[in-house]
Each structure stands twice: as C-alpha cells, then as structure tokens.
Nanobody
C-alpha cells in the first residue's frame, strides 16, 4: 500500500535540534511536491515547509525561517526536516504530505500519521 511514515520526533530542550524523516513506500514520490505541517493541541494544522518535486525550490513559514531546513533524497524516497534552535512554540505533532501534481495545482494527496515533537523550556 501507499504510505508515508514520519520518524525522528521526541523530547528536546529549547535551543536543541532534531531531524525528522518522512519515508515513502508503495510508489515513487520523486515527481511529487512534498511538505511538512504541524498541529499543536487545540490548534489548527499549520504549514511549516515545502519542497518541490526536484528539490530545487523550498519555502518556509516565517516562524521557522532560518531555523529549519527541508530536503529530500528522491533516490531513497525520503524527505527530511532539520530543526535547529528549537523553541517551546515548536511543540506539535509534525506531519509529512505529498502532492502528486495530478489532482490540481495544489492538493495534498497523501499524509503520514505524524510524529510528536516536544520542546521544553
């Protein structure tokens, strides 16, 4: 089956770093745009970062710009989010998503189950 699985979350002190991974299986995602979203308890899901199909273009929410770096390794069907200088407000469940680019200009067709990131003060 087609699947996205996040990993790498955990508990970290403010100022620390984590690297999240999103491993894809069941099909190749090398033609897909991909992104990271996050959702804190009681809050709406928000956009974090996106990377286009080739890895040549990236975008970031203002809240993480300069601290987070998105990347992908298409030959291994995997995407990463390097998170540095973490803040308590980064605490959330982080989700990866993929846009096949076959269902419209921007539709996130596939989603992972999420991985918990907790940043302590």
């Amino acid at each position: 089956q087609v699947q996205l699985v996040e990993s790498g979350g955990g508990l970290v002190q403010a100022g620390g770093s984590l690297r999240l991974s999103c491993a894809a299986s069941g099909r190749t995602f090398s033609n897909d745009d991909m992104a990271w979203f996050r959702q804190a308890p009681g809050k709406e899901r928000e956009f974090v970062s996106a990377i286009n199909w080739s890895g040549g273009s990236t975008s970031y929410a203002d809240s993480v710009k300069g601290r987070f770096t998105i990347s992908r390794y298409n030959a291994k069907n995997i995407m990463y989010l390097q998170m540095n200088s973490l803040k308590p407000e980064d605490t959330a469940v982080y989700y990866c998503a993929a846009d096949s680019r076959l269902t419209g200009p921007r539709n996130w067709d596939y989603w992972g189950q999420g991985t918990q990131v907790t940043v302590s003060s």
